[in-house]
């Protein structure tokens, strides 16, 4: 149990029974001698993975659907970041994160360019 939440960056059991699919780390790659693995991005462990797939290659449903919710918790984190930091709203946020490509160090260095033209055009 140790290496499989090593394995997938948990830090307790109970993240397992969160995940819909779960990264098993294999001692004897032998077993896998003549199947084929798919090289895949696992959002939840942060890393690229080689999948083997029972039923022989992935049904695609279930991994995009893995993916685009994992996608949004990740924009929806960025945006409360974002919005923490600004001391903002979220449509705010959002339309710095939008105007900047999602790329929240540059939403914000825009936020304070912003501000700083506003107070110089008030004469503060």
């Known amino acids: 149990v140790t290496d499989i939440k090593r394995f997938n960056n948990m830090m307790s059991d109970h993240g397992i029974y969160l995940r819909e699919r779960l990264l098993i780390p294999i001692s004897n790659p032998e077993i896998l001698q003549g199947s084929t693995c798919y090289i895949e991005m696992d959002y939840n462990a942060r890393r690229e993975v080689a999948v083997f797939y029972p039923q022989g290659r992935p049904s695609g449903k279930a991994e995009s659907s893995t993916n685009t919710a994992a996608a949004e918790r990740r924009s929806r984190r960025i945006l409360e970041s974002v919005k923490r930091s600004l001391h903002t709203d979220d449509r705010t946020a959002a339309y710095?994160?939008?105007?900047?490509?999602?790329?929240?160090?540059?939403a914000m260095m825009e936020y304070s360019e912003d501000l700083r033209w506003e107070r110089q055009q008030t004469g503060h």
Do not use: I, Q
């Open 96 to 106: 710095y994160l939008s105007v900047t490509d999602g790329d929240p160090r540059a």
